[in-house]
């Protein structure tokens, strides 16, 4: 009788396949390793092989350089590969652009290793695809009851409606740089606004990229003061990763309205914390409802559950009579989101 142990485990390199020879988004450098997506926790320079969508593997090189592996394969969505005595295959999550969970199915087993995934949908990158799989392997970023977010054009409309009230204060949203800058950036056209926006340094490479794949992100300028006055961005949007905010680039700018896009400022405490004036709930992960609306959709025999709430969904799938299990692997962030 084969275990779902048998096809995969965790180990402190990450998940392992032993009948395939290979680990999915491990945390230590390993032979062969297939990739879920470009965030830095699951992406990580140093492995020999890599396996992952052509949109991975150029955002690693982006982001580590060319030489980040020995060897690349390039894994196009829904067709199968085969490696070792295991079928592969990779299927969109949803996530960021070029994200897929990753299917791996061994004498008649499938797991699904999700990733991270979202449900909602997200003009900058392909929506989740559910994969039918005897075990499920599900991310729980955001798995208590409490987390339920609300729509994603609400809150771009508060962000466009401060705009609207405080024209001679300069926006400065914080977003992490791969997936949720562009995305908001996005949001921001799709509900029309077509005003330059500026961006910090830190974006401009990924931003650059996701426009040459096609995804439309407007007129973006560098966001420097250098050979201007602070008056010149008063009432513009400028969009940053979080981390900048701490230093003096925030400064430079007129009376800011200091704003952080993620699923995490729905939690008040954060945003204080962070000295968020407009607190935007914008998640490129699942809220409560969609985590348990998604293991209620594909009906797994097991539920694997890893970095996040995890005893909050094993629970609800214990009182369902659903076999689930917490994974407690090491090494992602839920930070960044």
């Given at each position: 009788m084969i275990?779902?142990?048998d096809l995969l485990r965790p180990t402190r390199e990450g998940l392992?396949?032993?009948p395939g020879g290979f680990f999915i988004d491990p945390v230590r450098p390993?032979?062969?390793a297939l990739v879920t997506h470009g965030h830095a926790d699951h992406a990580r320079p140093g492995n020999a092989r890599v396996m992952a969508t052509r949109e991975t593997l150029d955002i690693m090189a982006l982001r580590y350089g060319e030489d980040f592996a020995r060897e690349r394969q390039t894994a196009k969505l829904g067709e199968t590969a085969r490696i070792g005595e295991v079928e592969v295959s990779f299927h969109p999550a949803g996530h960021v652009?070029?994200?897929?969970?990753i299917a791996v199915e061994w004498r008649g087993l499938r797991i699904v290793a999700s990733?991270?995934?979202k449900r909602r949908a997200d003009p900058t990158c392909l929506g989740f695809e559910p994969v039918p799989c005897?075990?499920?392997i599900t991310e729980a970023t955001f798995a208590l009851p409490v987390f339920r977010h609300p729509p994603t054009r609400a809150e771009i409309g508060k962000l466009l409606t401060s705009l609207k009230n405080f024209p001679d204060r300069a926006h400065l949203v914080g977003a992490y740089a791969l997936g949720k800058a562009q995305r908001v950036i996005r949001h921001l056209r799709d509900a029309g606004y077509d005003q330059?926006?500026?961006?910090?340094?830190?974006l401009k490479k990924l931003c650059d990229y996701y426009q040459s794949e096609g995804i439309d992100l407007g007129d973006l300028r560098p966001a420097t003061v250098e050979g201007g006055k602070k008056g010149d961005f008063a009432g513009a949007v400028i969009v940053g990763p979080p981390s900048a905010?701490?230093?003096k680039w925030a400064r430079r700018f007129p009376d800011p309205v200091a704003s952080f896009a993620s699923g995490w400022m729905q939690v008040r405490q954060r945003a204080r914390q962070r000295g968020v004036e407009l607190p935007l709930i914008v998640s490129d992960h699942c809220d409560w409802d969609e985590l348990t609306d998604t293991v209620s959709e594909l009906s797994p025999q097991e539920l694997w559950v890893t970095h996040g709430r995890e005893e909050a969904l094993v629970r609800w799938c214990e009182l369902r009579q659903l076999r689930a299990r917490p994974l407690h692997l090491v090494g992602y962030e839920d930070e960044a989101e």
């Open positions: 275990k779902p142990e392992y396949c032993p390993v032979d062969r652009l070029g994200s897929a969970q990733g991270d995934y005897d075990v499920f330059p926006i500026f961006i910090h340094g830190a905010f701490a230093d």
